[in-house]
Antibody
C-alpha cells in the first residue's frame, strides 16, 4: 500500500525558514517523480514544485522560485521542501504527491497524496 | 504559465442527476488533462488522467472527454458520495496548474 506522510509544518515568522519532509512507502520511490502542492484554507489547489525520480531535474511555480528548494533522498525514501524567505501568502496545507507515470516530464498525474502538513507564516 | 478555467464554479444537483463540469486551457495541451475530487478535510483523489482514462478503483459513472483546449468531466448519475469539489489540472507543462475548482452541492 502506497503511503505518503508529511511532517515539518508549523508556525514561522515572515522571512523565516522551514523544511518539510514526506516519508514514502509501498512503492519503488526512486522510480517515481514527486511533487508538492499547497492549499490555503478555503482555497483551491496550488502546485508548488516537482522533482524527477533521480532528483536531477526540479521544477518550481513562479511564486516560489528562488525561495523554495525541492530535493529527495532516495536512500531514505524521503522527499523534502526547504522553504526560505517565507511570506504570509505561503500559509497553507502542504501536500506531497506521487506521479502516476513515474516521469514528471512525461505528463503524469498525481495518483497518491499525503494528508498534508500545515504551514502558518505569521508574526 | 498555462491557465486553467473551470465552469461553473459551483452547482447544485440532485442524486441521480447527470452533471457536467468543463475545463478550458489557455493554450493547447493535447490530452494532458487530469481530474481530481476533493472532499472537506481530505486530500485530493485522482479520478481521470490523460483526459479520459479512469483511474483504478474509480466508479464508471465518472468519465472524461476532450482534447486541445476544452475538456469535460461527466458524472452520469450523481451519488450522495459525489458531493465534493472537483479540480482539473494540466500536465502538459512541467509547471503544473490547476483550475479553480467546481463545488458540487446538494440541491
Amino acid at each position: 500500500e502506497v503511503q505518503l506522510l508529511e511532517s515539518g509544518g508549523g508556525l514561522v515568522q515572515p522571512g523565516g525558514s522551514l523544511r518539510l519532509s514526506c516519508a514514502a512507502s509501498g512503492f519503488s520511490f526512486t522510480n517515481y517523480a514527486m511533487s508538492w502542492v499547497r492549499q490555503a484554507q478555503g482555497k483551491g489547489l496550488d502546485w508548488v514544485s516537482g522533482i524527477s525520480g533521480s532528483g536531477t531535474s526540479t521544477y518550481y511555480a513562479d511564486s516560489v522560485e528562488g525561495r523554495f528548494t525541492i530535493s529527495r533522498d532516495n536512500s531514505k525514501n524521503t522527499l523534502y521542501l526547504q522553504m526560505d524567505s517565507l511570506r504570509a501568502e505561503d500559509t497553507a496545507l502542504y501536500y506531497c504527491a506521487k506521479i502516476l507515470s513515474g516521469s514528471f516530464e512525461g505528463g503524469g498525474a498525481f495518483d497518491y497524496w499525503g494528508q498534508g502538513t500545515l504551514v502558518t507564516v505569521s508574526p | 504559465d498555462i491557465q486553467m478555467t473551470q465552469s461553473p464554479s459551483s452547482l447544485s444537483a440532485s442524486v441521480g442527476d447527470r452533471v457536467t463540469i468543463t475545463c478550458r486551457a489557455s493554450q493547447t495541451i493535447g490530452n494532458y488533462l487530469n481530474w481530481y475530487q476533493q472532499k472537506p478535510g481530505k486530500a485530493p483523489k485522482l479520478l481521470i488522467y490523460a483526459a479520459s482514462r479512469l483511474q483504478s478503483g474509480v466508479p464508471s459513472r465518472f468519465s472524461g472527454s476532450g482534447s486541445g483546449t476544452d475538456f469535460t468531466l461527466t458524472i452520469s448519475s450523481l451519488q450522495p458520495e459525489d458531493f465534493a469539489t472537483y479540480y482539473c489540472q494540466q500536465s502538459y507543462s512541467t509547471l503544473r496548474t490547476f483550475g479553480q475548482g467546481t463545488k458540487v452541492e446538494i440541491k
